[in-house]
């Protein structure tokens, strides 16, 4: 069952996005309630039996996903009161920072390899959070500081992202920069059309960007390794 589901995991989450999205166009709760968590709870199934082991800065990234998926529940709810979508933000505005400290915990102190430009690129994403609040703010009311603070978190979360460059090897760095990249677009998305335009089919882009996100952040995860030592197998992994 096990070798099943690593080995097909690909296609059954497919599978799941194709139901998740369903179920946003025809905008069913019960659907939604259904399945909607399994996004998130197939990626911690795949990453327990993928990788075999546990650790500490694994374990800032399972509590990313753990935490997203309670914001993913709350969030279903957020229709029936305003306490739901604040209680969405928060947790993901934790499991931002659990991945952040995962980016910190994971990568090496010294860096093989520089990023060329690095600073320019950061001074683009400041300059994107900082746009992207300004475009919201006369539409935040209540929450204008807590969308300034969750968007500092998603800046910031990108940025360490960023900084693992170097320290891990180049396909976890290639798939966690992606990750967080889909991250940033789909709550950017969520936002916009919660407070400032309606966008066609919204439920769609974001569930897409979300899960895409979710997906090659779980990946990074599992070729995370060190970018100063050789790859580890996951027989050592179990010791």
Known sequence: MKTFFKKNFIFLFLL???F???????????????FKPLIVISLLAYLFIEAGH????????VSGLILSLLGD????????????????????????????LYYVRSAETNA?????????????????GIVFCLLLYNNLGELKVPVFVYTTVLISMNIFALNRYGKVNDESF???????????????????????????????WILAAYAAAQYFITKGVLNSTSAL???????????
């Open 16 to 18: 799941i996005m194709v």
């Open 20 to 34: 998740v999205l369903y179920a946003s166009t025809t905008h069913s709760f019960i659907l939604n309630i259904i």
């Open 54 to 61: 546990k650790g500490k800065a694994v374990s800032f990234a």
């Open 73 to 100: 529940v709350l969030l279903i709810f957020q229709e029936q009161h305003s306490l739901f979508f604040m209680g969405g933000l928060a947790a993901f505005l934790l499991a931002h920072l659990s991945y952040i």
């Open 112 to 128: 093989v390899k520089k990023i060329n430009y690095k600073s320019i690129f950061i001074v683009l994403m400041v300059i994107y």
């Open 174 to 204: 290639k798939l966690i920069m992606i990750g967080a990249v889909c991250f940033a677009l789909s709550d950017s998305l969520l936002a916009v059309n919660k407070f400032l335009i309606a966008i066609p089919i919204a439920g769609v």
């Open 229 to 239: 030592s050789p790859i580890p197998k996951i027989g050592d992994l179990k010791k």
